[in-house]
Nanobody
Framework: QVQLVESGGGLVQPGGSLRLSCEASGFIFRNYPMNWYRQAPGKDRDLVASISSTGRSTDYGESVKGRFTISRNNNMNTMYLQMNSLKSEDTAVYYC???????WGQGTQVTVSS
């Protein structure tokens, strides 16, 4: 059974940092690219960052470039999103996605507010 389980969300002040994790099981994690998406209330789900199966190639949405870093540990079957210099507009539910299989996690809430 495939599972993607996100963790690490929470409430943080503007300018702060959070690190999200996505633990994968039920498929050969190291063979597949992965994504982070986010969805703010009343808005579409947007792609935040992508990472290749090896982790050597990454890509970012324009709004998070220079502030967020995607990474993965294939030995731990886990993907990460380090989020720095957080802004109120980063407030959203963040989802882990395995695009080739169409799998999604349940999401973790990130709220940036003073």
């Amino acid at each position: 059974q495939v599972q993607l389980v996100e963790s690490g969300g929470g409430l943080v002040q503007p300018g702060g940092s959070l690190r999200l994790s996505c633990e994968a099981s039920g498929f050969i994690f190291r063979n597949y690219p992965m994504n982070w998406y986010r969805q703010a209330p009343g808005k579409d789900r947007d792609l935040v960052a992508s990472i290749s199966s090896t982790g050597r190639s990454t890509d970012y949405g324009e709004s998070v470039k220079g502030r967020f870093t995607i990474s993965r540990n294939n030995n731990m079957n886990t993907m990460y999103l380090q989020m720095n210099s957080l802004k109120s507009e980063d407030t959203a539910v963040y989802y882990c996605n395995a695009p080739r299989q169409g799998f999604w996690g349940q999401g973790t809430q990130v709220t940036v507010s003073s």
